[in-house]
């Protein structure tokens, strides 16, 4: 019965194209889908989370201790003391080898992604209330993304992250993405790639992502915007080469961005 469960399982698994999203009473972070998100995740596993869990449990121990051991009962004549060198001298120093030893691979990872491979795409999400907006500068093409209302949805499509045009790129290629905004502070952020960058009106930001796996990937504002902040999400799907290829000369048409196009032919003929 096992064994069939799991046949039909994986027949399902494979007919549902792969999106990555957040789910029901999830925990630990979305599944990666770069290798920023993954040495993020390991950093946060591996490093952060024991660390934490041996502080919280050594700090409670301390409490209970202090608590039982020097009760007014047990302890009627408490110490007056109030320095010790060595305990003080401890208490400054591991703390700051702690630090240290989270801080090397931290800054690492962070240096890493701020550092821009060359990029093979480049992309502009421009932050508006309450929606984004994306160029792809190179090819001419501009669309306003918007999230599809629940009524509209279709049965494979997410509540609150959908949106009516999506942003298409290649798989395993370097995406070069230019954040800004039109009106107030938004952030571009897709955990799956381990992205989040501040998009500021006036400013122009950047950020890379290189997504290792095919599907669907949704993330959302992560600033605080206004009203609707939680009503502009981001849809990003990453497709074979040749896919792509074939979107961009239909996109080419359907997204063209005419009035500048219009304008360089308008000086060109001057
Ligand atoms: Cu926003």
Redesign the pocket.
Known sequence: MKKILFIFSNLFIAQVAFAEQPKDWQLGFQNAASETMREIVWFHDNLLLPIIIAISVFVLFLMLYACVRFRASANPNPSRRTHNVAVEILWTLIPCLILIVIAVPSFKILYKQDTIPKADITIKAI?Y??YWGYEYPDENIIFDSYMIEEKDLRADQPRLLAVDNEVIVPVNKVVKVLIT?ND????WALPSFGVKRD?VPGRINETWFKAEKEGTYYGQ?S????IK?AF?PITVRVVSEKDYQEWLSEARVKFAKEEIENDKLKLASK
Request: hydrophobic share 50%.
């Open positions: 932050g209330q309450w905004a107030v502070l938004h952030a998009a504002c600033e605080l915007c206004g902040h502009m």
